[in-house]
């Protein structure tokens, strides 16, 4: 059974930084951060691949990172310089096309979430 535990959300104001974390029981293909507010679709942010190639959203390019700690079994994103439109509810997907909410991401299907972190960036 695949289980994701985010932390690291909190209330920041702009230009300010926040590192989300997201523990996971086992690893997948990919791997990757979803966004979302409400009345909007949940969007893609950033990506890890197998391949460690990755992908990053153009509204995040430049300001976040995503990294993984394989030794840990956990996914990182630093989101530094951060604007009043990344708040969000974030959440830690894995790929797999699962019962459920299932998004594609950069060709993949992110099917495995976490219960998601609330991120806010106010003046």
């Known amino acids: 059974q695949v289980r994701l535990v985010e932390s690291g959300g909190g209330s920041v104001q702009p230009g300010g930084s926040l590192r989300l974390s997201c523990e996971y029981t086992a690893s997948s293909d990919s791997m990757a951060w979803f966004r979302q507010v409400l009345g909007k679709e949940r969007e893609g942010v950033a990506a890890?691949?197998?391949?460690?190639?990755?992908n990053y959203a153009d509204s995040v390019k430049g300001r976040f990172t995503i990294s993984k700690d394989n030794a840990k079994n956990t996914l990182y994103l630093q989101m530094n310089s951060l604007k009043t439109e990344d708040t969000a509810m974030y959440y830690c997907?894995?790929?797999?096309?699962?019962?459920?909410?299932?998004?594609?991401?950069?060709?993949?299907?992110?099917?495995?979430w976490g219960q998601g972190t609330q991120v806010t960036v106010s003046s």
């Open positions: 997907a894995a790929e797999g096309y699962a019962r459920g909410r299932n998004k594609l991401y950069a060709g993949r299907y992110f099917g495995y």
């Open positions: 890890l691949f197998s391949d460690d190639s990755i």
